[in-house]
């Protein structure tokens, strides 16, 4: 067994909304580590801040955040088709180790969107979207993958 690594996340979401506020998820590989909503809204500058760690082995590991529950009434169009108002959850910073990602979370980070339920738990498309998704506005999950130790990563992706 190999040794354990404590592993710091920092996690910064905002969102815009109308009626409701959105619900996100969070979970390192299928592991749950938070589930809630957001109700810090972009158009304030406020930023909901979500703090953790956790214990991981060296290797491969993924970082999810999920957008759930939103429904077409959270997205208001006019007759011509144009979006008069939406709910979106934004990612606005990922720090790991206590270093921000900047781009990197944009560049490697991919979108799988929710195609369907299995009971309770959402199934998603096994594939990513082929765009860059961090404003999220379909019910999905984005997925970071990193690796411990964490500062070999940051040098193999800076």
């Known amino acids: 067994m190999s040794e354990l690594e404590t592993v710091e996340f920092k996690i910064e979401l905002d969102a815009n909304w109308h009626d409701e506020p959105p619900s996100y998820e969070i979970l390192i590989d299928d592991n749950f580590v938070e589930y809630g909503t957001v109700t810090e809204k972009q158009e304030n500058g406020e930023e909901k801040v979500i703090t ?35 709910q979106l959850l934004n990612i ?39 765009e860059k998704y961090i404003n999220l506005g379909w019910n999905g999950e984005y997925r970071l993958k990193f690796s411990v130790p964490t500062y070999m990563w940051f040098l193999e992706n800076l």
């Not at 606005?92 to 369907?116: C, N, P, S, V, W």
Request: net charge negative; glycine share 6%; aromatic share 8%.
């Open 52 to 86: 953790f760690s956790d214990d991981l082995e060296e290797g491969e590991h993924v970082l999810k955040i999920r957008l759930l529950k939103k429904t077409d009434r959270q997205t208001l169009v006019d007759d011509d088709g144009k979006i008069l108002k939406d």
């Open 92 to 130: 606005k910073q990922i720090e790991i180790d206590e270093i921000e990602l900047d781009f990197l979370y944009y560049q490697l980070g991919q979108f799988h969107k929710q195609i369907g339920k299995e009971g309770d738990a959402p199934i998603f498309a096994p594939d990513p979207e082929t």
